[in-house]
Each structure stands twice: as C-alpha cells, then as structure tokens.
C-alpha cells in the first residue's frame, strides 16, 4: 500500500495569501524560500527545504525563491535554472508552470526583485531565516539587512508580519489537515514496521531503518531527529548504536514529514521482550493514564497550562498509588513533584514545523501576558495559549529515571522527605516511558489524530506480534 500525498490545491494557498494580505492592509511583506546549505563543498548540499513560512504560502520546495505580498497581488522571484540544469537535474519546470501551480499572480526572475520594489524596501516586513548564511543570503536578495533573531525581538513591520502570521498558522485549514492526516498514516506503518523489527539482540540502527524506509517508500522524510533508544530517559537521543536487550524498554519517537513540510510526532515505547514486566506495566499505565487525563481536558477556551499540570497531577497520583511518593497530592504538586520525573512540557504545537513556529519563539507559543514558567520542568512548557478549533498540539506525558536529576538535591529537595527510594528502585528496568499523540482541537473537544496507532500495553504486546 502506497499513501502517495498529492500537493495542497492552489486555490487553498490563493486562500492563505489573500488572508494574510488583508491582515497585513497596505503593508508589503517577503517571504523568503532560502538556499541549500553545503555539507563540505558547495556542489554536496544537504537536503534542501524550504522556509516554512514559505511553504505554507506557497507550497512548494523552490529552493532561492522569494514571495511577494503587496495589497492582494502574489508576486513570486525564481532563480531561472542554470543553463546545465536539465542535465543533472533533469527538466526544470519554467515560470508559467510555477505560476499556475502556485496560484500566484505573477512569476518573476529573482534579480527583478529589486527593481520592482525600489524605494519602498524600508517599509517591506520580512521574517528572518533561521540561520546566519540563509539571512545573509536574504539580505543580498531584498537590499535591507537582515539577520537571524528571535521572534521577540522582531519590531515595525517585521513584527506585525510575525504577529499576522502567527494568527493565520494557529488554526489550520482542511488542506492542511490533510497533509497532517496523511503524515499520521505513513507514521503509522512506520511505528508497525519498526515494532515488528525489535527483539533481543536487535541494533537501535535496525529499528530505525525499518522506520526511515517506510516514510522514503511513501515520498517522505523524518519531521525531526528520530529518537529510537533503549536509553529513553534521555529525551533526544538521536545516537542510534545501543543494542536492545531481553527486559528493556525501546523508545520511539518519530514522525514522518511530508513534501510540504506538514508534520507528524508520535511516541511509543515497545518491550524488547514482547511483554512488559509487572514494574513495567505499572509506569507505563501511569504515563498512559496521564495522557488521557491530559486529551480529556483539550477542548476550546482551554489554557494549555492547565492541560500539563493535569498530567503531572496525574502523574503524581499514580506514583502516589505505587508507593514511589507519599503525602497529599495537591501539596506534592505544588512542589513540583512531577517535575523529578517529567522534567518537560506536556506538549506543543505541531503542523508544518514538528514545533510549528518555534523559530518566531515564545512570541508564535505564548499568548501576550503570558511568560515561562521559573520552576525547573515547567520552565520547558513550549505552550501557554487558550486552545481554540484547529489547532493542533502534541500530548505527551512521560516518566524519566535521570540519574542526573534524582542525584542533585538541587531537583529533589522539596520533595525527598515524599520520596520512597527503596519502592524507587523496585522499578529499575524502567528508564524511560514517553507516550505521545497528536491532537486536534474540535468545536466541542478533542479529536486523537493518531488514535490507530496501539497506545494500552495489551494493544502495544498484541501489535508487535501481528
């Protein structure tokens, strides 16, 4: 079965433009593709991939393009192709071709950008790239100077850019929705495809393989830095050579991205056996059960906060209930009790970046008003906006064993008159335990985009074998 994505329909990105143009009125915006970067020599460049601002106006990877958005009218400067092109890269689609694919108005040489703009670049809002050498590249490309920087520091027309877009990208369109859909499916036989590869003796490298080919065999690539380790306490863990052991958990956490850039983020953990131990299955409920205590609580007019804190409220009941942790519950909460175990936000954002907007920062994260968290764990909280429809965000609660952390009374202090360490260390063959899905925010609640995905234990054994 191939899950081929056919490209998001012009007149859905005529949609996203316009929208946006009549957020920004009369102020004229850039949005730049960006260059592919070179690996050792500039003829070996890594994988090339758009801007994702960008891609989301444009849908499509043309590598040193620039958009222009000037009250309605959709302008696009392209790189004509090099006068070999056809010989290494085979037929190059021409400017007619792009401009009727795109939707846009108007399809131009890049070296025309300039001149068709002139005078006015000063009041032309951009939004950096995300590097220096790309920015760099920007700055020669619009004649203004430019350079990469956080969202909060954007000011004048940049900022009202970053704030326009913000808003448009929060909730998707069914187009989008679409894209996501289908990276969900094609990370759905990719999680099958590497549960089925794990057993004793198995490389972490073989597990990922099985991943990495699925997502290849169906036009996509990883959305991130696929985490598959048998070392789940640390969190991104992209060292791929351990080998997995009879009585070990094997983390995975990968998502496939589709051409577009529209992403998947999913977490499960597979017993290397086959079945989990007794110790196993009793964290691996709690994680579960705090993933659904945290889904059960996504609904609109919902402050994301609040969706972690009930994770780790959970968290800290069922550790409660195994004898880890003593004492009353709202009081463990309040000193970060969870914080020793789930040292990390409960979520995201996700859509085109598997961190969607995180290179606009806590501006495109954090409602205004709104600031991080000081509390270690809670201080990682990528998310404090009021969910509404549309949006999509990851839930995943997890249950760390960090020796770093439970060594350094800096982390345990509050809570080490709480602390069971002998009840403790009866639950040694865990590491970690992360268990992650993508979620929908709906007009009445909460829509699981990866519920076919096995996420109860008996499901997990079940799945491997079948």
């Known amino acids: 079965m191939t899950l081929w994505t056919e490209p998001t329909p012009k007149a859905a990105l005529v949609a996203r433009r316009q929208r946006l143009s009549r957020a920004l009125a009369d102020v004229p915006a850039l949005i730049v593709a960006g260059r592919p970067r070179p690996r050792n020599y ?6 090339f991939r758009a801007e994702s601002h960008f891609l989301y106006l444009v849908g499509r990877q043309l590598d040193g393009a620039a ?3 000037d009250r309605g009218r959709a302008t696009l400067f392209v790189e004509p192709p090099a006068s070999d092109a056809a010989l290494w890269h085979g037929e190059v689609p021409g400017f007619d071709a792009i401009r009727d694919d795109t939707g846009v108005d108007e399809v131009l040489p890049l070296d025309r950008l300039g001149d068709v703009v002139g005078a006015r670049w000063p009041e032309v809002a951009t939004l950096p790239a995300n590097d220096e050498p790309t920015a760099a590249w920007q700055s020669r490309s619009s004649g203004r100077e430019v350079r990469a920087r956080s969202g909060a520091e954007l000011t004048g027309q940049d900022a009202t ?16 929705l679409s894209q996501m859909r289908r990276a969900i499916e094609v990370t759905t036989l990719a999680h099958h495809a590497g549960a089925r590869a794990l057993g004793p003796g198995v490389r972490e490298a073989a ?5 990495d080919a699925t997502f290849v065999a169906h036009g996509m690539a990883p959305a991130y830095g696929s985490i598959v380790s048998v070392h789940g306490e640390v969190l991104h863990n992209e060292a791929h050579h351990g080998v997995a052991r009879d009585g070990d958990l094997l983390l995975v956490d990968a998502g496939a991205e589709t051409a577009e850039g529209w992403a998947s983020d999913v977490t499960r953990v597979y017993p290397v056996s086959g079945r989990f131990s007794a110790t196993q ?3 691996y409920d709690v994680v579960l059960a705090a993933n659904r205590a945290a889904i059960a609580k996504v609904a609109p007019g919902v402050r994301y906060r609040d969706v972690h804190v009930e994770a780790g409220r959970t968290i800290v009941r069922g550790l409660c209930d195994l004898g880890i942790l003593r004492g009353e519950i709202d009081g463990l909460v309040e000193r970060g009790a969870y914080t020793v175990f789930f040292p990390h936000g409960v979520g995201h954002l996700l859509g085109l970046d598997v961190h969607d907007m995180e290179d606009l920062g806590d501006r495109a994260g954090y409602a205004p008003g709104r600031a991080r968290a000081s509390r270690f764990g809670d201080a990682y909280l990528r998310l404090d906006r009021d969910l509404s429809p549309g949006m999509v965000v990851t839930i995943e609660p997890g ?3 960090v020796p770093a952390i439970l060594r350094d009374p800096t982390y345990t202090a509050a809570i080490e008159r709480d602390l069971d360490r002998d009840a403790l260390a009866r639950f040694a063959d865990v590491r970690g335990i992360r268990l992650e899905d993508d979620v929908l925010v709906t007009a009445s609640g909460a829509e ?7 996420i109860d234990a008996a499901a997990i054994e079940a799945w491997m074998r079948g």
């Open 448 to 454: 699981i985009m990866t519920r076919a995905i096995p």
């Open 207 to 211: 597990v990922l393989a099985a991943i």
């Open 281 to 283: 299955r009793a964290l």
């Open 399 to 401: 249950f760390y064993q």
């Open 42 to 47: 500039a003829a070996n460049t890594y994988p």
């Open 161 to 176: 850019l970053a704030d326009a877009m913000i808003a448009l990208r929060l909730s998707h369109d069914e187009a989008a």
């Open 67 to 69: 958009l222009l958005l």
